[in-house]
């Protein structure tokens, strides 16, 4: 029984030896500290990805292992993983590198596996509060910069009000439904919903949309990635976000299956304004960080289209949307971690000016990526996209379809604003040389985008058969 | 009159008197002291209804931390208290309509409380018939809920751990305590005899 659970075991006892650690070793061990958490995020994801198939349930009912939990858990393992690979070197260089970032990495994660895996309202308010207390202190990590201080507090007090307007709307499901489960949920919720389970839903949806960052609840999203250490930036824009999906995908389709109407709903305006907010937002940004902003809320909208379909196909399409996201948003931070000229970060879109003249390899890979996160085929990006717009369609949903191919070719122009100055703008100062593993980060993300087309079927496969199994789960 | 019904009108009563007199009695220490007495008090109408594991912790909590806590604020912290108890009648309509909607609510919870008392057939953990409260409340905590227990464990955890990284500072030129180094001095490293010729000062000797 306890297999089931073998990921977080790993990672809850992990973070209690690299703690003890660091505590005896002191800052000289900031370095062990982070090798050993890269260790035992990899255990977990060795676990993760080794377990028996099929459903279990766990801990009367709070904890359940299937499919689609151990893909969507295996992907956050993989931000993680490659957010410390990215950090280690560039704390170090600014004398950030305390051990306690990789513990709270660690933590954050652990608390987005409780969240992924959760069956029961208290259980993902644990993970959630667990996973973004975490985050808030990460994001003021570099204490000495205002920003960065800024960035925390802003994260904090708004996290703080989505905490609570998730845990007003989770006292308002027990109090109609009677229940905390999401199969007793879904049990009670035959016939016509009574509108006090509507208004729960909706303050349930808000919660997670505060941590998605999707329209309406996006304010924070810009502010706190400028802010934040772009390695932290990084892990924001990546793990997090699929925690917050996945538990968002969950929740509905097995909590409220019986009142996917009203659900959908939500999810379709959300989408649509975060498609279009993401498109004409980034449109003036010079941070190339803010406009990473901008772009993921803008891909969390393309990613709840296929939410917003309601059906086993859609779920398989944001599964897909997901994967190929975060190696796009992992191998552009790579590169934007590596803009540095003469060891000081710049993060404006005017540093990259003539980039391919400088630096061919880095121009090339993060055209590459821009090209698939603006969605142009045969890149990964277009058919992240075509997977959640075929759902949508089969679901019957054309005019969100046209809207969001739309918000698309709106995006497209900042994407190829930023291949534009680096292909054809006047070269500025060369980036200094960047590490072998920032290199490869990219240059592997590079490729992965480039080849999916050639061998989707594995990633294709395993998303079908976890959609379907959670879809499954539901309907009796 | 059995016992139980003398001792509920003895620590009702108590209660009472104690609560009215924390809001009105004019030295604050004195407050906080009518507030210990109103909690110990109402942990004795806990022993009442049977509830001895509320009762203990409401002494061991509030008694044993939060009152005094509140005895360190009142004594460390120059509060000017006249002063705060100044517009007392300017913000009476607004106390008394908060007061008000208070009696509404409470109203309601008590009498939907009458009509069903079993919480309308909805209760996530059942009282279990035969069992101690505390064997009870170990039962929900630390089996059934053994899992979220140990994950609120990691949140605590995860605020220790942020508020060091945030707030501890090793500043370099800060002269601290190195008792090691302390243990092991020596007489000869530690004291220099000086011969200090009569007349003539420290100064000379050097």
Redesign the interface.
């Known amino acids: 029984m306890i297999g089931h659970a073998l990921p977080e075991f790993i990672l809850?006892l992990g973070?209690l030896a690299m703690?003890l650690l660091g505590a005896l070793g002191g800052e000289k061990r900031a370095w062990l500290v982070t090798e050993l958490a890269i260790g035992v995020l990899g255990l977990a994801l060795v676990a993760c990805l080794f377990q028996p198939s099929g459903a279990t349930v766990?801990?009367?009912g709070?904890?359940v292992d299937d499919a689609f939990g151990r893909f969507m858990k295996a992907l956050s393992l993989v931000g993680s993983i490659a957010t410390l690979l990215m950090a280690m070197a560039w704390f170090r260089r600014r004398g950030l590198d305390?051990y306690?970032f990789p513990?709270?990495v660690c933590?954050a994660t652990?608390?987005m596996m409780?969240l992924i895996s959760a069956d029961n309202l208290?259980?993902l308010y644990?993970?959630l509060?667990?996973m973004s207390?975490?985050l808030?202190?990460i994001a003021?990590?570099a204490?000495a910069d205002a920003r960065a201080s800024e960035a925390?507090l802003k994260y904090f007090v708004l996290g703080a009000l989505s905490s609570g307007l998730l845990l007003y709307g989770a006292s308002l499901i027990?109090g109609f439904?009677?229940?905390?489960g999401f199969a007793g949920i879904a049990a009670e919720l035959q016939g016509p919903a009574s509108l006090g389970i509507i208004f729960g839903l909706t303050f349930l949806m808000a919660g997670l949309a505060f941590k998605m960052s999707v329209v309406p609840f996006h304010m924070w999203t810009p502010d706190v990635y400028e802010g934040a250490p772009t390695p932290v930036t990084a892990f924001f824009a990546s793990a997090p976000k699929i925690a917050a999906i996945a538990i968002t995908l969950r929740l509905v389709s097995v909590a409220f299956p019986g009142i996917s109407g009203e659900w959908r709903q939500i999810i379709i305006f959300m989408s649509v304004a975060s498609m279009a907010l993401g498109a004409f937002g980034a449109i003036g940004q010079t941070n190339i960080k803010r406009l990473m902003a901008y772009s993921s809320i803008g891909h969390m909208g393309f990613a709840l289209v296929g939410l917003a379909a309601g059906t086993a196909q859609g779920v398989e399409g944001v599964m897909l949307y997901m994967t190929i996201y975060l190696v796009m948003t992992l191998g552009t931070f790579a590169a934007i971690i590596a803009m540095e000229i003469k060891g000081q970060a710049v993060e404006n879109i005017a540093d990259l000016a003539g980039l391919s003249s400088t630096n061919f390899p880095m121009a090339f890979f993060l055209a590459m990526m821009m090209f698939s996160l603006a969605g142009i085929p045969p890149l990964a990006g277009f058919f992240a996209k075509w997977y959640v717009f075929v759902a949508a369609i089969h679901a019957g949903l054309y005019v969100m379809a046209v809207l969001g191919v739309l918000a698309s070719a709106v995006a497209a122009f900042y994407y190829l604003r930023i291949v534009k100055v680096m292909f054809f703008d006047a070269a500025g100062a060369s980036f200094d040389r960047a590490s072998l593993t920032l290199r490869s980060l990219l240059a592997g993300a590079g490729v992965l985008v480039m080849v999916f087309w050639v061998w989707p079927g594995p990633v294709v496969a395993v998303t079908h058969h976890a959609a379907r199994a959670l879809m499954q789960g539901q309907k009796p | 009159m059995t016992p139980a019904v003398v001792f509920f009108y003895i620590f009702a009563s108590v209660l009472c008197l104690a609560a009215f007199m924390v809001i009105t009695a004019r030295n604050p220490v004195h407050s906080v002291m009518f507030l210990i007495l109103a909690f110990v008090a109402s942990s004795g109408l806990f022993l009442l209804i049977g509830a001895e594991f509320l009762a203990m912790l409401l002494v061991v909590v509030y008694v044993g931390a939060v009152a005094v806590l509140f005895l360190f604020v009142v004594m460390m912290l120059d509060v000017d208290f006249a002063e705060l108890k100044q517009g007392f009648l300017q913000y009476l309509p607004i106390g008394a309509l908060i007061g008000g909607l208070v009696v509404i609510e409470l109203v309601l919870v008590v009498g939907g409380f009458i009509a069903t008392p079993s919480g309308g057939g909805h209760v996530q953990t059942p009282t279990p018939a035969a069992a101690s409260n505390v064997m009870a409340l170990g039962e929900v905590l630390y089996t059934r809920y053994f899992y979220l227990f140990q994950a609120a464990g990691f949140v605590l955890l995860t605020a220790m751990v942020g508020a060091i990284v945030l707030t501890l500072h090793h500043k370099p030129g800060v002269k601290r305590q190195n008792i090691a180094a302390q243990n092991a001095r020596t007489r000869a490293g530690a004291i220099d005899i000086v011969k200090v010729p009569s007349g003539r000062g420290l100064e000379a000797a050097e």
Do not use: H, K, P
């Not at chain 1, 439904?177 to 905390?180: D, E, F, I, K, Q």
């Open positions: 809850a973070i703690l766990l801990f009367n709070l904890l305390q306690e513990v709270l933590l652990l608390g409780i208290m259980a644990l993970g509060e667990l207390l975490a808030y202190v003021a990590y204490r925390g027990y439904a009677g229940t905390l």
